[in-house]
């Protein structure tokens, strides 16, 4: 089991950047691969960047890639989003998610979510 917990969400303006975190708990966390995804009003919940278990492989969404960075530190039990160049459109909630295998585009093969943290961007 393990209990992911977001941070670092709020309110920026169009161009700025914000970092979230997602906190694991437990001592297993170098085990899972890593993601995250967002949801915006009225809008099915997409996927942003996954990251693998020992953070070398890393994949984008084309709409975040070059603006978003994800990392991870095992030793903290964090997972981390760099959003740089902020725009409207990345206006959502956004969650972290943890699969025991290797890293994925899609929310089904997820095992554990986060409540989330919104991020909103002002134009």
């Known amino acids: 089991q393990v209990q992911l917990v977001e941070s670092g969400g709020g309110l920026v303006q169009y161009g700025g950047s914000v970092r979230l975190s997602c906190a694991a708990s437990?001592?297993?966390?170098?085990?899972?691969?890593m993601g995250w995804f967002r949801q915006a009003p009225g809008k099915e919940r997409e996927f942003v960047a996954t990251i693998s278990r020992s953070g070398s492989n890393r994949n984008y969404a084309d709409s975040v890639k070059g603006r978003f960075t994800i990392s991870r530190d095992n030793a903290k039990n964090t997972v981390y989003l760099q959003m740089n160049s902020l725009k409207p459109e990345d206006t959502a909630v956004y969650y972290c998610?943890?699969?025991?295998?290797?890293?994925?585009?899609?929310?089904?093969?997820?095992?554990?979510w986060g409540q989330g943290t919104q991020v909103t961007v002002s134009s």
């Open positions: 998610a943890a699969r025991s295998y290797g890293s994925s585009r899609y929310k089904e093969e997820y095992d554990y």
């Open positions: 437990g001592h297993t966390f170098g085990s899972y691969a």
